[in-house]
């Protein structure tokens, strides 16, 4: 067994985990609709790729991943596109999201899997088929996992099967049930991150999955490590801590100091991504609280909660459900949410399970928030400045580095919802961050238009001053081709042309005269001779008709021949 390290601070709430665990995985049916939510991950929502009113076949994918910090999103049943529109999301801000609505047929018709040789292939393929098969982070961060495969040079590889909040067993029965699928999706990962070491930490009250999950990694070379149950010991940081020693501070990843973690559901989704061609169009969920059948399920993504708490049997008592644990999950604004990637368990409230919290008192720095903080940061601090507004003197005392895991809270004597004082101001500065960001842009805009005004004018300044200097330069030729004759020359020509024309009107008066003008006049002509000159022209005139007739009528035929 690997030597075993500690973290600070942790509390012990009661356990609730027999209420689910006992009875094995079972399927939670299909619900009348399906509503999928987009943001399926961190980072942007997918864009969707089909139509309202196409038909879908379980496992086809319906949303594109819209970047690197993203991933796809596929059908979890065949049926009819319903709408693409907001739908209640699961989320405490309660704020809608763009949703692809999905009427299942109950034929279940599924698009063939696209296997990838793993071991042939390269690391870029690797990802693009972990991002197009939707693989994301199952322990709830829902990161795209194709950005955590690296190429190698890893210290440790860290599976984390910790599972610490109360209620939450989805993945102790996954261990159980699973553990050969899981320990192949751990040894690819492994092979592919050349992991000089692996190392699966499961809490020491899951002992059947200890088991499982030993047996299963009999000769692979990786190590099953029991931890000692304390919440927060799932985080990633306190599970790396307690299986490496190594603290790992805000800000850094932990790949820099040679670690990587993953979830145990997320290494088993990984193996059927690649090696089974299979997106992620479903989960294990954990239905408990005040219902009648607490147990795990496996839900297809867009399920709504609802629907799968009614399936449960909710007891009359039940108010409201809460998505994740007690500790750090959130009442659900609107139950008809379609779950998630990231929905881990539901739970139906009721006052006798879980009693709303007292009226909240004063601060009186006892300083047991401080023992437990798994990060060891100054709780009360970071209270006081977050509730009196001093963001930045809240963030030197390390804001950031609050994990959100409700210890604090939860030791509270004075009952002060310490982490929604820590959430208020994480989203203030944000907020603010936000619109620095986007008065920097505004003004980064705003100093190239007025570059590009100015280069423009410069610009146009440069092209007239090149045209007049073009126009100088020509100006001495143009001139000395345009320039007028001298009056000397001109007149010359003018003269010598008025003589010409002169002459020539003299020539065509002497010719249209027909006879030279020294002859004398002509005598004048009698009747007769006019009568006999009027007869001759009438005789011409018809002998030109004629001889007009006789060229106009055609030559005579052999047809025409009597």
């Known amino acids: 067994m690997k ?51 196409e038909r879908v076949l379980a496992h086809q994918r319906i949303a594109d991943a819209d970047g690197n910090v993203s991933a796809a999103v596929h059908a979890p049943a065949s049926g009819r596109v ?10 405490p801000s309660g704020l809608p999201a763009l949703s692809i609505v999905i009427e299942p047929d109950g034929r279940d018709d599924s698009v063939d899997p696209v296997p990838v040789d793993w071991r042939q292939a390269d690391s ?34 860290v599976i984390n099967g910790a599972e610490c909040e109360p209620y939450i067993s989805c993945d102790d029965r996954l261990m159980r049930e699973r553990a050969a699928d899981i320990v192949l999706g751990v040894g690819l990962l492994a092979e592919r991150m050349q992991a000089k070491e692996t190392l699966i930490g499961i809490e020491d009250d899951k002992p059947e999955a200890i088991a499982a999950l030993t047996a299963a990694c009999a000769g692979t070379g990786i190590e099953v490590v029991s931890v000692p149950t304390r919440y927060p010991g799932g985080g990633a940081k306190q599970l790396i801590r307690v299986l490496t020693g190594k603290e790992v501070p805000h800000g850094v990843r932990s790949t820099d100091f040679g670690v990587q973690c993953f979830n145990v559901a997320t290494a088993y989704t990984v193996w059927r991504a690649l ?10 969920v ?38 994740g644990g007690p500790m750090m999950g959130f009442t659900l604004p609107a139950p008809a949410a379609g779950i998630t990637k990231a929905t881990n368990c539901l739970i139906a409230r009721s006052e006798a399970l879980l009693p709303p919290r ?8 006892c300083g047991a928030c401080s023992e437990v903080c798994p990060a060891s940061l100054q709780p009360m601090e970071l209270y006081w400045h977050a509730r ?9 005392y390390a804001l950031f580095d609050c994990i959100e895991c409700g210890a604090c809270s939860y030791v509270c004597p004075s009952q002060i919802p310490l982490v929604d004082y820590y959430r208020y101001a994480k ?54 081709e345009t320039a007028p004759a001298p009056a000397a020359t001109l007149d010359a020509d003018k003269q010598a042309a008025i003589q010409a024309a002169m002459a020539r009107a003299a020539a065509r008066k002497a010719a249209g005269a027909g006879k030279d003008p020294a002859a004398p006049a002509a005598t004048p002509m009698s009747d007769a001779d006019k009568k006999a000159a009027i007869e001759a022209a009438m005789a011409r005139a018809a002998a030109r008709k004629a001889a007009k007739a006789a060229e106009a009528t055609p030559p005579p035929s052999e047809s025409d021949a009597p």
């Open 388 to 396: 009196s507004k001093q963001f930045g003197r809240a963030q030197e």
């Open 124 to 157: 870029r393929t690797l990802r693009e088929q972990l991002r197009d098969m939707g693989v994301v982070g199952l322990g709830g961060a829902v990161f795209p996992t194709a950005l955590k495969l690296s190429d190698g040079g890893l210290e440790t590889l």
């Open 275 to 284: 090696v089974l061609g299979l997106p992620v169009v479903s989960r294990i």
């Open 427 to 480: 989203d203030e500065i944000w907020a603010a961050e936000r619109d620095r960001k986007a008065a920097e842009l505004a003004r980064t805009r705003f100093d190239f238009r007025n570059y590009r005004a100015a280069r423009d004018k410069e610009e146009k300044a440069a092209r007239l001053a090149a045209r007049a200097a073009a126009a100088a330069a020509s100006a001495p030729a143009v001139a000395a």
């Open 82 to 91: 319903l709408a693409i529109e907001e739908r209640p999301f699961a989320h």
């Open 358 to 365: 007292p009226p909240a008192l004063p601060c009186i720095r």
């Open 286 to 323: 954990t239905v408990t609280g005040a219902v009648a059948r607490a147990g795990n399920v496996e839900a297809r993504i867009g399920t709504p909660a609802d629907w799968l708490v009614g399936q449960a049997g909710p007891t009359p008592d039940s108010r409201g459900i809460i998505m």
């Open 3 to 53: 030597p075993r390290f500690t973290f600070h601070g942790g509390v012990h709430p009661p356990r609730h985990k027999t209420e689910s665990n006992g009875t094995p995985i079972r399927d939670a049916g299909l619900p009348p609709q399906l509503v999928v939510p987009l943001n399926q991950s961190i980072g942007n929502p997918a864009r969707p790729c089909v139509a309202v009113g």
